[in-house]
């Protein structure tokens, strides 16, 4: 059970370029999110889907897409980098809808934007 | 906005003593979370407390809610160095968003 799974680890974009950022769970949640953790900011949510077909904003969604075409998948677009968006981004699912359940994090991806 | 903050941002303390950090956060809530982050990795969850519960224990850890001061405590007991991390609180309302806050760092000296 290999639990949340993102890909890459490790990332370095050159300003304007898009990349998307795989998650991928395996646990048959409903509810998959990214948040971005910054130093002194904790984290912060992006962007979160509560089904395959339906994502929603959440505290910091300017600059990212994201798509829930499938249950397990839920990958995270930058569509043109940006120095700001340098950072560590975590994706997390639970097992039911709405904020109740503990999340499941992936291990991170970390990100420089040059 | 951040719903949640974390108090102490560090705090280091040594090997067998207990740790105690709080939490306060802004608006109603249905649950509060708390999570560990060891350096470089993913958070993990420990313990959740609704909030009709005013206090709930797993092993060494000890959680305190109190919805009228819009606040809650980690106490971790006869702490090890192997607790070094950081710890988060997340709230959880009646959205469908966990909002985190910026984190106690502890650090157990041996």
């Known amino acids: 059970n290999a639990g949340v799974t993102q890909t890459p680890k490790f990332q370095v974009l050159k300003t304007g370029q898009s990349m998307t950022l795989q998650c991928a769970q395996d646990?048959?949640?409903?509810?998959m999110s990214w948040y971005r953790q910054d130093p002194g900011m904790g984290l912060r949510l992006i962007h979160y889907?509560?089904?395959?077909?339906?994502?929603d904003q959440g505290e910091v969604p300017n600059g990212y897409n994201v798509s829930r075409s499938t249950t397990e998948d839920f990958p995270l677009r930058l569509l043109s980098a940006a120095p700001s968006q340098t950072s560590v981004y975590f994706c997390?699912?639970?097992?039911?809808?709405?904020?109740?359940?503990?999340?499941?994090f992936g291990s991170g991806t970390q990100l420089s934007v040059l | 906005s951040q719903q949640g903050e974390e108090d102490p941002q560090a705090l280091s303390i040594q090997e067998g003593e207990n740790a105690t950090m709080n939490c306060s956060y802004k608006?109603?809530?249905?649950?509060l979370q708390w999570y560990r982050q060891n350096s470089g990795r993913g958070l993990v969850h420990l313990i959740l407390?609704?909030?009709?519960?005013r206090e709930k224990h797993s092993g060494r850890l000890r959680v305190t809610l109190d919805t009228s001061k819009k606040s809650s405590s980690l106490l971790i007991t006869a702490s090890r160095a192997a607790d070094t991390a950081s710890y988060f609180c997340?709230?959880?309302?009646?959205?469908?968003?966990?909002?985190f806050g910026k984190g106690t760092l502890l650090t157990v000296n041996p």
């Open positions: 997390a699912s639970s097992y039911s809808k709405g904020s109740n359940e503990k999340l499941f």
């Open positions: 646990m048959n949640h409903e509810y």
């Open positions: 889907s509560v089904g395959a077909g339906i994502t």
């Open positions: 608006t109603s809530i249905n649950n």
């Open positions: 407390i609704r909030s009709n519960e």
């Open positions: 997340a709230s959880g309302g009646s959205n469908y968003k966990l909002t």
